[in-house]
């Protein structure tokens, strides 16, 4: 899966974030501890597109590459020390998302957690060594687990769990815990998942603008 921007859309270049650069936090020469929203772990450094936006309060580490205009809020976390993780244009990783892998997956494919463009993750999800496609919504509070697959334009309900291994079809809604099969999507339902990613990928590049970093914080 990509994580550059769709045709027409432009890619501006990665920016690496060295590990002893410190995030917003009080001013520095106060003595406090300052948040890193960008950690580098095991000579691996995050990369981010210089149009993406990364929280104050969330946190990137490692093997972590986070394509164009990609919005990370507040206390989502990106874990990239075990395998990579990758999140395409225009996505969003929202509230007190986390996102991380395992070293190995019992398939023997990579274990790594590859999300696609113009994907909204709900907050509070958590997402462990999956891969999600193109023009996805997974809703608040959802769960999925190794090796499990949603393919492009697909809705999981808030609260919906994916069993390892688990595999959403295109153009599918599911939810419950363990998943199941809701409805299949309309095309004003496929479109309303653009509508929303790209609704979410406004309000982030307005922080962006905004956000006046302090001590190095990207």
Known sequence: LSTTAPPGASAPPAETTSS????????????????????????????????????????VIGDVLLGDEVSIWYRAVIRGDLCTVRVGALSSVQEKVVIKTVETLET??????????????????TLISCTVGDNVDIGEGCVLLEGSLVEDNAVLAP??????????????K???APAEFVSKLSEE?????????????????????????????P
């Open 159 to 172: 609260g919906t769990v994916l069993g390892k291994g688990a595999r959403i079809p295109t153009g599918e």
């Open 20 to 59: 002893d650069e410190k995030a917003v936090g009080p001013a520095a020469g106060e003595g406090k501890l300052l948040h890193r929203t960008m950690m580098a772990f095991d000579g691996k450094v995050p990369e981010k597109a210089n149009d993406a936006w990364v929280a104050p309060t969330a946190t």
């Open 174 to 176: 599911w939810a419950g």
């Open 108 to 125: 023997g494919f990579p274990a790594i957690c590859e999300v696609g463009n113009y994907v909204s993750i709900g907050a509070g999800s």
């Open 189 to 217: 339902e496929v479109e309303a998942i653009t509508t929303k990613v790209q609704t979410i990928r406004s309000r982030g590049q307005e922080l962006y603008m905004e956000y006046l970093p302090l001590c190095g914080d």
